[in-house]
């Protein structure tokens, strides 16, 4: 292999401020003084606040310094499968911060926010567009509570028909945010399992509907990155019992402009606006989980809606069968706008293409290294692929020491130990913006990896060694967290 990305060249320790500072150290300068001074008023004079004494220059050091310690993006390849760690165009943010759009207030009339609402308005039509389907709200704050909007829908569709349901299918490769949703709208989740070509069969959910449950969850493409072949055979099961179907479409990179939602029964999906749509995701900023739906569950979408008459936009709160406000104002405003602009730059051609390149990349990964890792699932993928630690067990060696090892190389590691079917799960999610040469460097650092676990397998057990921190208590750094530094 070429040589690795990974290296520890200029990341610079730092310490705390509190330990750089010096007393009387100071990070600016005043006029000199042309008036009398004065003694401060009482309220003022007692202990201040704890802060040290610092530079210019320190302060700028160790905000640059910590700020290369971490990692996105904008810094190397992020195969986190199922997340969609996709690069955020430069363009997306130009937009959202013009002043017309930093300085809109919620509050503000519907008369002097037209350009904010006819956004909000244009966006849910593509999205409708995009996904199939009638109608879209884009009120939810994340995916997983696009899921739980998804839920009360369901339930509010079963209510008004005069008999609530208490169940809902949930398949083993969901991720733990759909029966999270299902429970927490009361309803009870029933796992049903994929078959062995990793995807549901219409049998094993004929066997578990019945009438007292209100639908089924399905992910499509599913968390296996494996396309849900039987889910219209699927979705006419659920139908004939009277349920609903739910789509998450946390994976609908894979599909964009290829696969109609609408037309293989889906009822009601999420996106993500932060995975698929390109807009900034975990430490970057807010989430946004739209829900679109068939016309069936339109009445009862959350208020108030953007609605439209004769070119002019308003929001509109009339609608008795809606299950209310889901969140504060209309949801986070500055995520649309990214998503509008990455939409309209993209146009349906490009967005097509990217779903297409998705695939290509993870399908090229899959290909690539299958000699290399085992891949439990050896047909076409969608977009991400999972591979398993099978082949390195021999030498004692796991799915989170290669993990760790791939950060010494310079690429953020793939996401692990899911989906919970595959036993020690790698799940790599290339996305499409990522080159040849770039996947080649990471397929070669895999590769290199797993040469180190035949030859040399002390160089994983350590790793990671060229990172700041080696290997962290992930379960007391949950569960007591240390904000304090
Ligand atoms: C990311 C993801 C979710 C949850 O979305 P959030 O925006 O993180 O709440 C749900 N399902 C799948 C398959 C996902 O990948």
């Known amino acids: 292999m070429k040589e690795s990305l990974g290296g520890t060249g200029l990341v610079l320790n730092d310490p705390l401020l509190w330990e750089k500072g010096r007393k009387g150290r100071c990070g600016f300068s005043l006029p000199r003084r042309d008036v009398e001074s004065a003694p401060l008023s009482p309220e003022l004079t007692g202990e201040g606040p704890d802060f040290p004494d610092l530079s210019e220059v320190d302060v700028v050091r160790h905000y640059t310094r910590l700020s290369q310690w971490n990692f996105g993006v904008d810094t190397g390849m992020y195969p986190l499968g199922s997340c969609t760690m996709k690069y955020n165009p430069k363009a997306n943010e130009k937009y959202a911060s013009l002043p017309g759009f930093t300085g809109a207030h ?23 567009e995009i996904t199939g389907m009638d109608a879209t709200t884009l009120q939810p704050a994340a995916g997983a509570h696009g899921e739980l909007t998804g839920m009360l829908l369901i339930h509010a ?8 349901r208490s169940k809902i299918i949930v398949p083993d490769t969901a991720h733990g945010t759909n029966p999270a949703s299902a429970a927490l709208c009361g309803y009870r989740p029933v796992p049903v399992s994929s078959n062995e070509q990793g995807i549901l069969s219409a049998r094993a959910v004929a066997k578990v509907m019945d009438e007292d449950t209100a639908g089924i969850m399905i992910t499509n493409p599913n968390t296996l990155g494996l396309f849900e072949e ?15 179907v739910y789509c998450d479409g946390a994976n609908m990179n894979a599909v964009m402009g290829v696969v109609n939602m609408g037309n293989m029964g889906v009822d ?7 995975k698929t749509f390109s807009t900034p995701h975990g430490g970057g900023g807010p989430g946004s989980g739209p829900v679109c739906v068939k016309k069936h569950l339109e009445p009862f979408l959350p208020v108030p809606r953007v609605v439209e008459e004769n070119g002019t936009y308003g929001l509109a709160e009339d ?4 299950i209310g406000k889901i969140q504060a104002f209309h949801g986070a405003f500055g995520v649309m706008i990214k998503a509008y602009s990455y939409i309209r730059i993209m146009g349906p051609k490009n967005l097509k293409k990217a779903s297409q390149l998705a695939v290509l990349n993870a399908n090229y990964i899959k290909e690539r290294l299958k000699g290399t890792l085992h891949l439990p699932y050896d047909r076409p993928c969608m977009h991400e692929c999972v591979f398993s630690d099978k082949h390195q067990t021999a030498q004692k060696i796991t799915t989170m020491d290669m993990a760790k090892r791939l950060m010494d190389y310079g690429f953020h590691p793939p996401t692990v130990y899911f989906p919970l079917v595959v036993r020690g799960a790698i799940m790599v999610e290339p996305t499409e913006t990522e080159s040849k040469e770039d996947l080649d460097q990471f397929i070669d650092a895999f590769k290199a990896i797993v040469n180190e676990a035949r030859e040399d397998p002390d160089l994983l057990h350590d790793a990671p060694r060229n990172c700041k921190v080696k290997r962290l208590d992930e379960t007391t750094a949950a569960r007591k967290p240390c904000l304090a530094g």
């Open 268 to 274: 009601v999906m999420q996106l993500n606006l932060h």
């Open 157 to 164: 569709y079963h209510k008004k028909k005069g008999a609530p």
């Open 106 to 128: 919620p509050l503000m009339p519907d008369i002097l926010s037209q350009g904010a609402l006819r956004i909000m308005f244009e966006l849910k039509q593509y999205l409708t």
């Open 230 to 244: 039987n889910s219209r055979e699927i979705a006419e099961i659920i139908h004939a019992k009277g349920g609903l």
């Open 319 to 322: 609608y008795p069968e809606s």
